[in-house]
């Protein structure tokens, strides 16, 4: 699984913990919750080293930001800037099988979209 892909995952990860379920299934959950956690806070991290390293920046130093909050890309540095965040999002994320949902674990809830499932495929066996 990659990063990308599990940060992909949010809002139905968000979504599934919301609902009461069997005792495995919820302890699994909390599991792959807290390695979700655990990467999107390097993602934050990693992303926050590739802005600081692609930023324009003003004359005083400070990272130049839009009116919509949109950070300003040095203009020789945009592809750089690019290549690194696909870099970063296809990084390969090592998940136990253990913490992989069953099919039958879904089908007791009335909560998910094809969308939700369509996330959650490659954590799904």
């Given at each position: 699984i990659t990063l990308g892909n599990l940060l992909n995952m949010k809002k139905t990860l968000e979504k599934l913990n919301e609902v009461e379920t069997n005792f495995d299934f919820a302890y699994r959950?909390?599991?792959?919750?807290?390695?979700?956690?655990?990467?999107a806070d390097f993602y934050d991290e990693k992303y926050k080293d590739i802005v600081n390293d692609v930023a324009?920046?003003?004359?005083?130093?400070?990272?130049i930001v839009s009116e919509k909050g949109i950070v300003k890309i040095q203009e020789s540095r945009?592809?750089?800037?690019?290549?690194?965040?696909?870099?970063?999002?296809?990084?390969?994320?090592?998940?136990?099988?253990?913490?992989?949902?069953?099919l039958d674990?879904?089908?007791?809830?009335?909560?998910?979209?094809?969308?939700?499932?369509?996330?959650?495929?490659?954590?799904?066996?």
């Open positions: 959950l909390a599991k792959i919750n807290k390695e979700y956690v655990l990467n324009e920046r003003d004359s005083n130093g400070e990272i945009e592809e750089d800037a690019q290549k690194k965040l696909n870099e970063l999002v296809s990084v390969e994320i090592s998940l136990d099988d253990s913490l992989k949902i069953k674990d879904l089908k007791e809830l009335n909560c998910l979209s094809p969308k939700d499932i369509m996330v959650l495929e490659p954590i799904l066996e």
